[in-house]
């Protein structure tokens, strides 16, 4: 076991990108918690992730409306930061400009210095040298559909990446407003994952591509076994996405965005859902939704959550995820700047911190 020289083995992180900058709550127990901030402290953080296949390095995506976005890392905890000596950034002589950074992650773990990276406008990007040099898959670039790509209400942007763990060449990524696709061949080319997803805006509710896909999961030991969280509906795949099965069932509204899974009962999710028109809780209760058996039933879980008329909180696409301990933590960070955190899989639930900016995104690591 390793001791970092700030934190012991053993210590959770929950990392909050936020409007204003990032944060670390650190805990020991899941009940008692400590809560700074970085020295990014300054954009919009829309992913931020532990990485610790090769000693413990943080990686931020920062998005600024008038210095741009960056990739930046620390190998500090967050106290000093520095840029990737070629980051994210398209050629001056293409059609494409960088909008938005949205997500960072570490890929397999027989991979330890390739990194991941999903922009606006929808590319994939990646690293094998931690994170100091970045270059985009060139055949998501050039798709023969990408001129028919339509950008969701937060633009056209690659949000999601899942790089297989048990087939090097498998990947899926998640594209608002195109929905999932999928590499077979290391990402040569890309197939389209969609079948019986619904995009419930468009004359057919059912096409190849146009679905807006909100955040997608993998089962850890069922590798063919994806769950995602939709615009119209939650679903699952057993197939890798040739095909999906819709597993809404009895939650009040079919539009949501962010989905986690228990690491030790992966048939056990968790999800938000929320007014599609308010893009807040549905009635007067703030409410993660929990499934034990794979989305054929679902249970609010609410002890601990706040309820009443002035209640209107949601969580973002990349906002609410758990750790690797077991009984598996839940933690759900809300557009109005509050972090919920459950030690127990969901059944109670505690405020850990309030009066921050809007929280875009959570993690929890457990450091080795």
């Known amino acids: 076991m390793t001791h970092h020289h700030k934190y012991p083995a ?18 020991q127990d899941r009940v008692t918690w400590n809560i700074e901030a970085t020295s990014l402290s300054k954009g919009r953080i829309f992913s931020a992730i532990f990485d610790q296949r090769n000693g413990c390095r943080l990686f931020a995506a920062e998005n600024g409306d008038f210095f741009g ?45 390739v990194v991941y990276a999903g922009v606006d406008p929808a590319s994939l990007w990646m690293s094998t040298d931690r994170g100091e040099t970045w270059e985009p898959n060139p055949a998501l670039l050039s798709h023969p559909s990408r001129s028919q790509w339509g950008p969701g209400a937060g633009g056209l942007c690659l949000h999601t990446i899942i790089a297989d763990p048990t087939r090097p060449s498998r990947m ?26 619904r995009a419930g805006f468009l004359p057919d509710p059912y096409p190849e591509f146009g679905q807006c896909i909100h955040r997608l999961v993998q089962h850890p030991t069922q590798p063919d076994v994806l769950y995602q969280q939709n615009h119209c509906g939650i679903y699952k795949s057993l197939n890798a996405g040739e095909d999906w099965i819709d597993i809404q069932h009895n939650l009040p509204s079919e539009f949501g965005f962010p989905i986690a899974l ?9 999800v938000v859902v929320e007014d599609p028109q308010g893009r807040h809780n549905s009635g007067t209760h703030f409410t993660v939704y929990r499934t034990e058996n794979a989305g054929e039933q679902w ?39 509050q972090l919920f955190a459950s030690n127990d899989r969901g059944d109670n639930w505690q405020l850990i911190a309030d009066f921050l900016p809007p929280i875009y995104s959570v993690t929890a690591t457990v450091l080795l």
């Open 10 to 27: 053993g210590t959770v992180i929950v990392g909050l990108g936020t409007k204003c900058g990032l944060f670390l709550l650190t805990s």
């Open 69 to 113: 976005s960056f990739i930046r890392y620390s190998d500090d905890f967050g106290q000093s930061w520095q840029e990737p000596r070629q980051g994210i950034q398209f050629p001056p002589q293409s059609d494409l400009k960088l909008q938005n950074i949205w997500t960072i992650v570490p890929g397999r773990a027989s991979e330890p210095d």
């Open 172 to 197: 899926w990524i998640g594209i608002s407003a195109v929905g999932c696709m999928r590499t077979d061949d290391g990402g040569r080319s890309w197939v389209f994952a969609n079948k019986n997803t």
């Open 262 to 270: 228990d690491p030790h009962h992966p048939e056990t999710l968790f």
């Open 299 to 337: 249970t609010p879980q609410t002890h601990g959550l706040p309820e009443g008329q002035g209640v209107r909180m949601g969580v973002l696409r990349h906002a609410l995820c758990t750790d690797s301990l077991n009984p598996c933590g839940v933690y759900a960070g809300t557009k109005t700047g």
